[in-house]
């Protein structure tokens, strides 16, 4: 329940709710197209390989096949990612992991197509798989890519750990794992390209950014970028998993090739063998604390499995760098990370872009810590967490917030409440408990990297404001976002507007939709917007109408006087002057901090989480009884939105901690779909879960409101792997939480004496 407002009218319908509840809308997926043909591809038998021949005559012979085509079919660069390069669109030489692609083929009907696959013969000779990163940094291994199997390295140091550690009373040492984790999305990756007549390509696929996209293709198809036509909203979800391109080249040489429309559309096993995965990471901390729990030294080693290709590992890295103390005032630090490449599924951009996999580390280290001083994990908390004008976790300038005392004050009075009225199972064989974490989230892409934003408005020759921005509609409720901050900022309903997003024909360029920064920029660009808008519709009215400038106002339907009469409607107004006379726009970079912090953010949004679980002990089962948040981000603009955002993130953090994991084996996926592969249902989420927004901003805070489509994922496997040990005295160090490990922990706690824990 969010008490307190912010924006009038801001719990309403979204605008592709009632579409997406009756499945009338449409997904770029469902389209079909006049003469269109069907795309597969063919992809890698071996994780590692070189490829010594590609023979397709046979499938170019079956009857309805219209194209096969390989590397050799490239007119331009043979490669894509969306920083690197580095991931070959049809592979010439080499094979690298399971998904890589050797050859797609059109066909007039999809089983031709599939079959036409098993006509492809590829002669391949087997090469060392290096399926963990220890071994591919091994002096012995092979070279995957020309510089070595080491992506990326990233640090930070301040003060001197040696030292630090010898003045701790107490010292936790810990090595954590965490899984590759699967988005899911309920759409898999898809779409349509269509040949348009006048030589140009439209690509109907689900994309983060549509305009990066175009320019990857270019590239690849040695094409101009103004010929190619990127349509990429609505898609059934992404979670960060088509950011980076997919099977957009390979309909587009494929429409190419044939001269008509191809749908590719990857079915589930083809999604999990290709697409990307979460890093999976080995962590080893070093936490040390004085005689009161006061936090002295942290020493962190990151060693995260990146996969084949590099994509997005290196800013992931330097996120996990970043966020290594999170919220809390440490003198000594040493934090030392490296991505590393290795033949096993491509690991890339997901929701808390490697927050989630460091924070489950550190909140670990304080709840152990907390036991060995004699604190309830609050306490220590409270005893180390930033002030608000404190610098940020690589001391580098941030945004001035109180916004992780105010979650932390106020997962205290939950976790008291929750405790006054704790209910215990009759049940003996069934226990509860209790656990609570923290964390902060940068929000943006951080200090040196690209991160353009924009928008554009005017009313436009139907009368209707037209705002466009060039973010996608993924799933995360933007269009709710917009239609709410524009109407409430100018005053005008929701029927005078159209919002345009998801075409690069028609909307500016806005940079991606990523990194919780979809809100921030849409309220920023409104605000640099409407003053210049305003203004330009007043004036003519003004002048038409004879009435000055300071007593008229938009509003419902047309510009309004001082006595609440509509002197002009919208659709007059157009009539009275061409459109291009009230056209604004706005172009500004996504705030970062000042300080030369590679990859440091500027904008940071805080979280407090609570997590009651229940332990059945014949069984291991885990079952979540609560998991409520309080989130610090600043004023809610969508209260749908928001308490969907978390909630939904929450539930997917749930998944993280206790059920997901694409394993992989010597280099193969062995969960190959969603039937191996198991995600939250209802039934294991709780009934009730409680998100409190904090909105409130320091005084002067420009900045507005913060996104909150990652905070929410967060800090819940720290706090459900800290209401297991309240439950049964038991320390998680490795993600997902199975009923096997719990088991046996349960057994080895019935043969000696329980531990006395606190919450």
């Not at 030294?297 to 995260?304: G, P, S």
């Not at 440490?330 to 460091?358: P, W």
């Not at 198991?678 to 039934?683: F, G, M």
């Not at 901003?697 to 929410?712: H, T």
């Amino acid at each position: 329940m969010i008490e307190k407002e912010s924006y009038k009218s801001k719990k309403r319908i979204r605008p592709d709710g009632k579409g997406k509840v009756t499945g009338k809308l449409q997904y770029l997926t469902d389209l079909s197209f006049p003469g269109m043909l069907y795309g597969k591809i063919l992809r890698s038998k071996y994780p590692h390989a070189r490829i010594l021949a590609i023979d397709t005559k046979r499938a170019e012979q079956l009857s309805g096949v219209k194209a096969v085509v390989t590397h050799k079919d490239i007119q331009g660069l043979n490669g894509y990612g969306i920083v690197t390069p580095d991931q070959p669109v049809l592979c010439s030489e080499f094979v690298r992991y399971v998904g890589d692609a050797i050859a797609t083929v059109a066909a007039t009907s999809l089983e031709i197509a599939e079959y036409a696959l098993t006509l492809i013969e590829v002669t391949y000779e087997e090469l060392p798989i290096l399926d963990d990163p220890e071994k591919a940094l091994s002096k012995e291994s092979p070279k995957l890519h020309p510089d070595g199997n080491l992506l990326h390295r990233a640090g930070y140091k301040k003060g001197d750990v040696t030292e630090g550690f010898e003045t701790c009373e107490f010292i936790v040492e810990e090595t954590y794992n965490v899984p590759r984790q699967m988005h899911a999305y309920m759409e898999t990756e898809g779409g349509v390209v269509v040949p348009e007549d006048d030589g140009k390509l439209s690509i109907y696929m689900g994309t983060q950014h549509g305009y990066k996209d175009r320019f990857q293709l270019a590239r690849i198809l040695a094409m101009k970028e103004e010929d190619i036509r990127v349509v990429s909203s609505p898609m059934g979800g992404s979670f960060g998993g088509k950011d980076e391109l997919n099977v957009q080249p390979y309909g587009a040489l494929l429409a190419i090739a044939t001269g008509c429309p191809v749908k590719i559309h990857q079915t589930r096993q083809e999604s999990v063998i290709s697409g990307i995965k979460r890093h999976p990471m080995r962590i080893k901390m070093k936490t040390g604390v004085d005689k009161t729990g006061k936090l002295v030294a942290h020493q962190v080693d990151i060693l995260a499995d990146t996969g084949a290709y590099s994509t997005l590992g290196p800013a992931i890295l330097d996120f996990a760098v970043e966020h290594a103390a999170g919220p809390y005032m440490i003198d000594h630090i040493e934090t030392n990370g490296l991505s590393v490449f290795t033949n096993n599924g491509v690991a890339g951009e997901f929701r808390g872009f490697g927050g989630n996999q460091i924070t489950f580390a550190l909140e670990g280290q304080l709840d152990r810590l907390a036991d060995k001083v004699g604190l309830e994990p609050l306490e220590i908390r409270q005893l180390n967490i930033r002030n608000k004008t404190d610098l940020g976790p690589m001391g580098h300038r941030i945004v001035a917030t109180n916004g992780m005392a105010d979650t932390l004050q106020s997962i205290k009075k939950h976790l008291e409440k929750k405790r006054a009225v704790a209910n215990f199972p009759e049940n003996k064989w069934k226990v509860r408990g209790m656990g609570t974490a923290i964390v902060m989230h940068g929000g943006g892409l951080g200090y040196g990297r690209l991160d353009p934003a924009g928008g554009r408005i005017r009313l436009n020759k139907e009368g209707k404001i037209e705002i466009a921005f060039g973010f996608e509609e993924a799933g995360q409720g933007i269009l709710s976002v917009i239609e709410t901050v524009v109407t409430e900022e100018l005053g005008c309903k929701v029927d005078d507007l159209k919002i345009v997003i998801g075409d690069t024909n028609l909307v500016p360029s806005s940079g991606s939709t990523t990194a919780s920064r979809g809100t921030s920029m849409v309220w920023t660009a409104i605000r640099k917007m409407k003053p210049a808008f305003q203004e330009k519709i007043l004036r003519l009215v003004s002048e038409i109408k004879n009435v000055p400038v300071e007593q008229l106002c938009l509003g419902h339907g047309g510009v309004f006087d001082t006595s609440g009469n509509c002197i002009m409607t919208y659709q007059e107004a157009v009539l009275q002057a061409p459109t291009e006379e009230f056209v604004v726009t706005t172009n500004f970079d996504f705030p970062t901090t000042p300080d030369p912090v590679d990859g440091g953010h500027y904008l940071y949004t805080f979280g407090a989480t609570f997590a009651q679980v229940e332990i059945d002990l014949l069984t291991g089962k885990v079952k979540m009884i609560d998991l409520d948040q309080s989130i610090a981000a600043g004023p809610v603009v969508s209260q749908m939105g928001y308490v969907g955002q978390i909630e939904g993130g929450g539930v997917m953090a749930l998944g993280y901690s206790l059920m997901e994991d694409a394993i992989i084996d010597k280099g193969h996926y062995v969960t190959k779909n969603l039937d191996s592969y198991l995600i939250p249902s209802i039934e294991d989420v709780p009934f009730s879960m409680e998100t409190t927004a904090i909105e409130n901003l320091e005084k002067g805070d420009a900045y507005g409101p913060r996104g909150v489509g990652e905070i929410g994922t967060v800090a819940v496997a720290p706090a459900i792997a800290q209401a297991i040990h309240n439950a049964i005295g038991y320390r998680v160090n490795r993600l997902p939480v199975s009923s096997e490990e719990i088991l046996f922990a349960a057994h080895k706690r019935s043969e000696t004496e329980w531990e006395q824990v606190n919450v």
